[in-house]
């Protein structure tokens, strides 16, 4: 009886009191810290970020990291570049910690059931683990969507709007959370100048942030990139990220709420409308942009409000379990083990331990490849590694006598080690690496590249003579 009443006060726990906060606190910071060290993420994308801070902090040149621009992140980043990943990851962190007790703060005052589970669900869900401790934009963009959401239930509407455009300059994607916010105001019993304030400061805010991008690109910066994953995919993501045994207890949920779905649709408390329409706007959100499994991660905390809203106790309680533990230890691990085989493992190290050994493998991999020996005066493709190599290459840069990095967003742009006259692209046509050897240029490539290269320009390197660079 006693374990029963535990395990109860544990799910309603107030995460807020003291001393709950400090170990909340202690034990957020704690599994995280070995992470901020292990370079700016495994995203190449957090490298690029990286590479713009650089770029503004030490030659005053903006360039985004990639289009249409996240120049929230890229600006603040640029005041701690000069420390390395460490502090970089570090703000994430902070970020992300304190979205963690806003959230608490908003589950408590919207009187939401398991409030105690579904803050440690919330903190420590591997997806959200993993990128609270790396230079990528996405926690940024959540955090300030939920900080908005904090000052709107706290009637601070302009500050509540100035958060919702400090989200959209983090990530541009979560501009549609614009829609169910307006809504949830409009639900509310406040007045049309309040929406207006709202709307108008997230709008001057985004504006402003944006105006960087837009005097270095013009509207060039507007720009949708075609789907990079499918369905089958995101599938995959789901269950790499969440696990095998979490999903088809979250499968159950689905097939077991209808009934509390039924009575979330037609007898809706406060905020049940403004979490389904969160959600829709978010799988929207992703559907026109799938481009990463990790753009659905603003769905997460609305996700979590769901299920506790419609879910049997019995199966939320193990749905959350599932998911912390997948962090740590995977059941019925499912890997790609390359040339479209996949490999299943009954046990195996879990999605956090996963990315911990992958990111020391990467900084690795990328010292070995800017240290290769190869032959002066040539190409080297590198294809996805070129953010991570213009960084920690010593003798590379875009410039000569000066280390500055490159605008990822313009193909032709690459970096190069001036000493030796090695050129480090991307990826190149083959009218380019024609004129290039010609020109007594050598060709070499790293693993991924051919394939990719056949991809993309329709030809075979290994057919013109470019060599494998082997890690």
């Known amino acids: 009886m006693s374990q029963v009443c535990w395990a109860e006060r544990f799910l309603e726990l107030d995460w807020l009191k003291r001393p709950n906060i400090f170990f909340l606190i202690f034990l957020f910071i704690f599994v995280r810290v070995p992470m901020l060290f292990l370079g700016f993420g495994l995203d190449p994308d957090a490298w690029r970020v990286a590479n713009s801070a650089f770029d503004l902090r030490y030659h005053f040149v903006y360039h985004t990291s990639r289009f249409p621009g996240y120049p929230l992140p890229e600006f603040i980043d640029s005041l701690l570049i000069n420390f390395g990943w460490t502090a970089t990851n570090s703000l994430t962190m902070l970020l992300s910690l304190l979205s963690v007790l806003t959230f608490a703060y908003l589950l408590k005052e919207n009187k939401t059931s398991n409030k105690g589970l579904l803050t440690v669900t919330y903190a420590f869900t591997p997806l959200l683990l993993i990128n609270s401790t ?62 207006i304030q709202f709307v108008l400061a997230s709008l001057v805010i985004s504006i402003i942030a944006f105006m960087p991008v837009y005097m270095t690109y013009g509207f060039g910066f507007i720009h949708h990139y075609p789907p990079r994953t499918t369905w089958l995919q995101t599938g995959y993501g789901a269950i790499k990220h969440f696990g095998l045994p979490g999903l088809v207890v979250l499968i159950l949920i689905g097939v077991t709420s209808l009934k509390g779905f039924r009575v979330m649709m037609f007898k809706p408390t406060k905020n049940d409308l403004f979490i389904l329409l969160s959600l829709i706007i978010a799988f929207l959100s992703f559907a026109v942009t799938p481009y990463h499994f990790e753009y659905l991660i603003p769905m997460i905390p609305f996700g979590l409000v769901f299920i506790s809203r419609v879910a049997k106790k019995p199966l939320l309680i193990l749905f959350c379990c599932f998911v912390l533990l997948h962090g740590f230890l995977t059941f019925a691990s499912i890997q790609h083990a390359g040339e479209g085989h996949i490999s299943i493992r009954a046990v195996d190290d879990g999605a956090v331990i996963k990315n911990i050994t992958a990111r020391r493998k990467q900084i690795a991999d990328a010292t070995k490849i800017t240290e290769a020996d190869v032959a002066a005066h040539s190409v080297i493709l590198v294809g996805p590694w070129l953010p991570m190599i213009a960084y920690l290459g010593n003798d590379i840069s875009s410039t000569e006598g000066t280390k500055k990095l490159y605008d990822s967003n313009i193909q032709e742009q690459g970096v190069w080690n001036f000493r030796h006259q090695l050129w480090y692209r991307y990826l190149i046509d083959l009218d380019e690496l024609t004129l290039l050897l010609s020109n007594n240029f050598g060709a070499y490539y790293v693993n991924g590249v051919r394939e990719y290269t056949r991809e993309i320009y329709g030809y075979d390197l290994n057919d013109h003579g470019a060599i494998l660079l082997e890690l």
């Open 134 to 195: 790396n230079s990528m934009d996405y926690m940024w963009g959540l955090s300030f969507v939920i900080f908005s959401w904090y000052f709107i239930v706290r009637r601070r509407f302009i500050i509540g709007g100035i958060m919702m455009g400090l989200a959209v300059s983090a990530r541009p994607q979560v501009t549609l959370f614009l829609i169910p916010f307006v809504f949830l105001l409009g639900r509310s019993d406040v007045r049309k100048r309040h929406i």
